[in-house]
Nanobody, 121 residues
Framework: VQLQASGGGLVQTGGSLRLSCAAS????????WAWYRQAPGTPRERVAV???????NYEDSVKGRFTISRDNAKNTVYLQMNSLKPEDTAVYYC????????????????WGQGTEVTVSS
């Protein structure tokens, strides 16, 4: 599976961006998707998960500002980011994986090159 993220860029505080990630290869509508981000010198953190069925899940700092969605026909996941803050600056990566019956997300070991988001103050 190959993942191609796009849509990053430079935006001012309070602005919006929409990230996209297209997957090629053996992708199923039963897969879950997630977005992660990594700022310089920090560990990669997960910001949003969308399972094949059920509710989406967000990291606390992005709740109410970010929305994850998916288009199974296009094997694509999106991340709509509104009210951006300088602390959202990072490289954003998409992930494909699975969720457990209790909703835990387990990524498969496929990572694209990411897309860089910079929010200026």
């Amino acid at each position: 599976v190959q993942l191609q993220a796009s849509g990053g860029g430079l935006v001012q505080t309070g602005g919006s961006l929409r990230l996209s990630c297209a997957a090629s290869g053996r992708v199923s509508s039963d897969n879950a998707w997630a977005w992660y981000r990594q700022a310089p010198g920090t560990p990669r953190e997960r910001v949003a998960v969308i399972p094949s069925v059920g509710s989406t899940n967000y990291e606390d700092s992005v709740k109410g500002r970010f929305t994850i969605s998916r288009d199974n026909a296009k094997n694509t996941v999106y991340l709509q980011m509104n009210s951006l803050k300088p602390e959202d600056t990072a490289v954003y990566y998409c992930s494909i994986g699975r969720t457990s019956p209790i909703g835990s997300y387990y990524p498969y070991n496929y990572w694209g090159q990411g897309t860089e988001v910079t929010v200026s103050s």
